[in-house]
């Protein structure tokens, strides 16, 4: 059987089969190059896209019992007449479930008060709606209350 490299002389053989070696080389660095520059692109928008949805999957896991975020004030003034608002700025994971009640446990059933966002809107404030009201706030977590009490005044004063 004859050789390619009987036709050629024997310094041209080891020479093309250098070259191509190096061809072969050059290929599959090349290749390599496009595969970690195309998994680099797509990696990166992938993560881009990925990470914010991430963070919020982890957060969700951030489990937290309920706690004020700020303090309410002892007692509150409220206008015969008047609309008067009572805030619970309640946070937690997950969400509490907001409550309100009133001292003796006075019902809060009347259609002047509507509870919207956690906060406690009493309708046309009257005298008899003086007292003390409770918000509560629970979750899987535990539950924490606060209180303020409410003091119906006449506009004018």
Do not use: E
Not at 39 to 53: E, G, N, R, T, Y
Not at 56 to 73: E, K, T, V, W, Y
Not at 93 to 101: F, L, M
């Amino acid at each position: 059987m004859l050789s390619v490299c009987s036709f050629f002389n024997h310094d041209f053989c080891s020479f093309s089969h250098s070259l191509i070696v190096s061809i072969i080389h050059f290929f599959a660095f090349l290749f390599v190059f496009i595969i970690k520059f195309l998994s680099f692109i797509l990696v990166d928008s992938f993560f881009q896209s990925f990470l914010p949805k991430l963070y919020i999957i982890i957060s969700m896991f951030n489990l937290a019992p309920p706690r004020f975020r700020s303090i309410s004030s002892s007692t509150t003034i409220g206008y015969i007449g008047l609309d008067t608002k009572l805030a619970c700025d309640i946070v937690g994971y997950p969400q509490p479930r907001v409550t309100w009640q009133r001292s003796n446990l006075l019902s809060i059933s009347d259609p002047r008060f509507t509870v919207r966002m956690n906060t406690l809107t009493i309708q046309r404030t009257q005298k008899v709606d003086a007292g003390a009201y409770m918000c509560r706030g629970s979750n899987s977590l535990g539950t924490t209350l606060d209180m303020t009490t409410l003091k119906v005044q006449d506009v004018g004063k």
